[in-house]
């Protein structure tokens, strides 16, 4: 029997869950594991596609940590929902050749789920992938994180703006680092904004500057614009093989 984390699972789906609805934890992931019989034959376009990786990878995050805390096994299935990344298999590559640490959340799913991370940002943060898929990125913030800054970042994603902050953020070791932090919103095909892009810089790393001499602003920058040529192709695609 799931416990109030039940309820959370239910948020990213948007479907009623404990006490007051008809959807349980099981049924949920049954759901998307076992597949739902459907009358007439349709296809899913990338973005609903990684949407919904997105919902499966929160569950399993929640899932995980609830095993972790509890030490029960939730659930014998494995975790096949990753295979592939949440965006698709063309989409990662593409974001994969960008070297930068940086995160891609969803603004249309609850709480800005990470739907992508950079190896960069792996390495940076010292969490695996796994951890950091389906949640929000207020996860890096401790104690000693200046709330001040923490709402500026709030509202600033609210307003669907681009901030630059220094933030000082927490690894999984518990050290820390000032991060310059850079969010900006990205569009979808449609020209709306779809996803936050997350871009982190440790200050003092190189000297804020990479091999080619780039300043953190331009590094920044570069970095945001190479995510939206990503997810531009990907709109480009899906678009080609619908009219095709």
């Known amino acids: 029997m ?10 990213v789906y948007g479907y009623p869950t404990d ?3 008809v959807y349980g934890c099981s049924y949920v992931i049954d759901l998307f594991v076992t597949g739902v019989e459907i009358d007439e034959p349709c296809e899913a376009s ?23 805390s509890t030490g029960r096994l939730v659930c014998g299935k494995k975790r096949s929902c990753y295979g592939t990344s949440v965006l698709g298999s063309s989409i990662t590559i593409s974001l994969g050749r960008i070297k930068q640490s940086f995160v891609l959340a969803d603004m249309h799913l609850p709480d800005l789920p990470i739907v992508y991370a950079s190896d960069a940002f792996l ?5 695996s992938r796994h951890e950091v898929l389906g949640r929000n990125c207020r996860f890096l913030s401790g104690m000693v994180t200046d709330p001040s800054t923490l709402l500026y970042i709030k509202e600033s994603i609210r307003a669907e703006r681009p901030c630059t902050v220094r933030i000082l953020n927490y690894r999984k070791d518990g050290s820390t680092f000032w991060n310059l932090l850079h969010i900006s919103p990205v569009r979808d095909a449609s020209g709306k904004n779809a996803y936050f892009v997350g871009v982190q810089i440790e200050e003092g790393s190189c000297r804020n500057q990479d091999g080619d001499g780039l300043s953190v602003e331009m590094r920044q920058r570069s970095t945001v614009g190479a995510v939206r040529v990503a997810l ?3 709109s480009m695609s899906a ?4 009219s095709g």
Do not use: P
């Not at 390495?123 to 969490?127: E, F, P, S």
């Not at 678009?239 to 619908?242: A, D, E, K, P, T």
């Open 46 to 68: 990338e973005l609903d596609k990684g949407r919904v990786a997105s919902a499966i990878n929160s569950i399993m995050s929640i899932l995980t940590h609830y095993s972790e």
């Open 2 to 11: 799931c416990d109030g984390r039940d309820w959370c699972i239910g948020c």
């Open 239 to 242: 678009g080609s093989s619908r």
């Open 232 to 234: 531009r192709t990907l």
């Open 19 to 21: 006490n007051t609805g």
């Open 123 to 127: 390495k940076l943060t010292g969490y």
